[in-house]
C-alpha cells in the first residue's frame, strides 16, 4: 500500500512543485497592512487545497488574518492529528540583497528560492501532499485529521491563541504536529523537542523639542542617540552576560546528559560562521555553540534608530532615539515577568534629562515537548523511512508562539516534525527550500499518517 503511495509522489513531483510555487508567489506578509489582500489570497489558496482533497474546510475570519481550518470526516476509534502550520512570510527587506525576486519562485540545481519557501508555506504543503496522495489513490488514512492554518505568526499575532482557547473541542487531538522547523543538517534529520520563548521589547527616548544644531547646542543638553547607546551598552557584558538583575534566575540550566547530547553533534564553528557570514562565535561565556543557540536565554537588538543616516554629515543633535530588542527565553522565563525586569531595569539606567519609554511588544512562552510519546515514535520512524536516515534530538533557538498553548488548551503532545535546514535563509535575503526536503517531507508524513494509526 504503501508503495502505491509512494510511486504517486514519484508522479506527481512536478505538479507539487508546480503548485507549491503558485503559493510562494502570493507575498501573504503579515506585518504589512498593504498586502492584507494577499494574506486573503493566501488564506484562500490554502482552502482551496484543502478543498482540492477532500476536507471539509473554511475560512475563518477574525479581528486579525483570517485562519483557515480543515477536517476530514472524523471517525470513532480512530486518533486525530491535528496539523499546524502558517501561510504569513515576513517582509522581504533588504530587498537588493535578493538574487531574484523574492514572490517569483526560482528553481536551480534543486532548490526553490522565495520568501516562505521554507518557513512555512513549503513544509505545511507537504501535509496537504501526502494527504493528497491517500485521498486520490482511495487508500485509507487510518486517522483522522485536521488542519489549523494562521496567517500571522511572524507578526506577533493573537488571534490563533483566542480561537485555540474558545475552540478545544473543535481543535481536539490526539497529538498536534508541526513543521516550522529545521533538520540538524543536510544529511542528519532531526526531530525538536524545545523552542525558545521571546519578550520582544521597544525603547523610545526623547530629548530636546527638536533636532538642533550640534554646533550651537551639543554638549548643552541630553542626546537620545548617546543615552541609547548608553542603555543599549548595559543590557550585556563583554562576554555576552546579560546584566538584567534576576533575568537568569527562573532559568532551567542544562544538566549534563542534555550537555551530553549536544555534544555528541559535533556542531562545530565552521559551520555556524559558513551558515552566518560572521567571521567567529560570540556569546555567553562558559557555553559552547549549541548550548548558546538553544538552551541559552539571549538578549539581541533587533533595530536601532536615531538622527541622521543619509548620505554625507548633517550636524545635529537629535530629538529622539529607539531601539527594538529581542530577548529569546528558555524554559522556565516568564515573558511578562523577564518583560517587567527589563523595563524596570532600562529606566534605572536612563540618565536624566530625557524621557524614555518602555513597550512590551509582544512575547511567548519557551516550550519543551515530551521525547517519550508514543506519537514520538511514529514520527521517529517516519522521518527515518522519509529522509533516509535516523533523525537526532535537537533543541531550536527560534520560537513558535502557539505550541504553548497547544500543549495547555488541547493537552495533547506537540511534535515538531521540522522538514527545513538551518541555513534555508530564513527571515533573510534568498530564503530557499530544497525539493529534497521538499519531496522527502512529503514522504515522512506520508509514513506518519499510517504509523500514527497503527
Ligand atoms: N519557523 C520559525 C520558528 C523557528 C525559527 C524555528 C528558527 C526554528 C528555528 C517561525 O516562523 C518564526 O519565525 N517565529 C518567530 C516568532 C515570533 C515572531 C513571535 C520567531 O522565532 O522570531
Ligand atoms: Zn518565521
Same mark, same amino acid.
Given at each position: ?62 479581528? *486579525? ?51 516562505? %519557501? ?32 494562521? %496567517? ?44 525558545? *520563548? ?84 560570540? *556569546? ?18 533587533? %533595530? ?74 511514529? *514520527? ?75
Amino acid at each position: 500500500m504503501i508503495d502505491k503511495i509512494l510511486n504517486y509522489l514519484e508522479e506527481n513531483k512536478d505538479q507539487h512543485v508546480k503548485e507549491l510555487c503558485e503559493y510562494l508567489s502570493i507575498p501573504s506578509i503579515s506585518s504589512i497592512p498593504a498586502h492584507d489582500n494577499d494574506i486573503m489570497e493566501a488564506a484562500r489558496f490554502t482552502h482551496k487545497a484543502f478543498e482540492a482533497i477532500g476536507l471539509t474546510s473554511e475560512i475563518i475570519e477574525t479581528d *486579525g488574518h483570517p485562519l483557515v481550518y480543515a477536517q476530514s470526516e472524523q471517525l470513532p476509534d480512530r486518533k486525530t492529528l491535528l496539523f499546524y502550520g502558517h501561510y504569513d512570510v515576513q517582509p522581504v527587506d533588504p530587498i537588493e540583497l535578493w538574487e531574484s525576486p523574492p514572490f517569483e519562485p526560482r528553481i536551480e540545481n534543486e532548490i526553490i528560492y522565495a520568501r516562505g %519557501g521554507s518557513d512555512d508555506k513549503g513544509q505545511l504543503y507537504t501535509h496537504i501532499k501526502a494527504l493528497e496522495a491517500y485521498v486520490k489513490l482511495g487508500v485509507d488514512v487510518p486517522v483522522n485529521v485536521k488542519f489549523i492554518i494562521e %496567517g500571522e505568526e511572524e507578526a506577533g499575532g493573537e488571534e490563533i491563541y483566542k480561537f485555540t482557547e474558545s475552540n478545544p473541542e473543535k481543535l481536539a487531538c490526539d497529538a498536534v504536529i508541526v513543521s516550522d522547523t529545521s533538520l540538524y543538517n543536510e544529511e542528519t534529520p532531526a526531530i525538536c523537542y524545545s523552542l525558545k *520563548g521571546l519578550a520582544y521589547m521597544q525603547i523610545d527616548v526623547k530629548g530636546p523639542g527638536m533636532d538642533l544644531h550640534s554646533g550651537s547646542f551639543g554638549g548643552t543638553v541630553q542626546n537620545p542617540g548617546n543615552v541609547i547607546c548608553e542603555i543599549i551598552s548595559r543590557l550585556k557584558d563583554g562576554s555576552g552576560r546579560v546584566q538584567i538583575p534576576g533575568f537568569y534566575d527562573s532559568v532551567l540550566e542544562l544538566d549534563d546528559a542534555e550537555k551530553a547530547s549536544f555534544e555528541s553533534l559535533n556542531y562545530s564553528d565552521e559551520v555556524l560562521c559558513k551558515d552566518t557570514g560572521a567571521s567567529g562565535p560570540f *556569546g555567553e561565556e562558559g557555553f559552547t555553540t549549541l548550548e548558546r543557540m538553544w538552551g541559552r536565554p539571549t538578549l539581541d537588538v533587533n %533595530g536601532l534608530w536615531s538622527g541622521y543616516s543619509g548620505e554625507g554629515a548633517k550636524t545635529i543633535v537629535p530629538a529622539t532615539a529607539g531601539a527594538k530588542v529581542s530577548m529569546r527565553l528558555v524554559p522556565n522565563q516568564n515573558p511578562e515577568q523577564i518583560a517587567e525586569l527589563f523595563s524596570k531595569f532600562v529606566e534605572k539606567i536612563t540618565p536624566d534629562g530625557v524621557e524614555v519609554k518602555v513597550s512590551y511588544l509582544h512575547g511567548a512562552q519557551a516550550v519543551m515537548v515530551p521525547r517519550d510519546s508514543e506519537m514520538m515514535q511514529a *514520527g521517529m520512524k517516519a522521518m527515518e523511512l522519509g529522509f533516509g536516515s535516523k533523525p537526532v534530538f535537537i533543541r531550536e533557538g527560534g520560537s513558535i508562539p502557539i505550541v504553548g498553548t497547544f500543549q495547555d488548551c488541547l493537552k495533547a503532545p506537540v511534535l515538531l516534525l521540522g522538514y527545513g535546514l538551518p541555513n534555508d535563509n530564513i527571515h533573510s535575503p534568498n530564503e530557499k527550500f530544497h525539493l529534497r526536503n521538499y519531496f522527502d517531507g512529503i514522504k515522512t508524513t506520508a509514513y506518519l499518517l499510517k504509523l500514527a494509526g497503527e
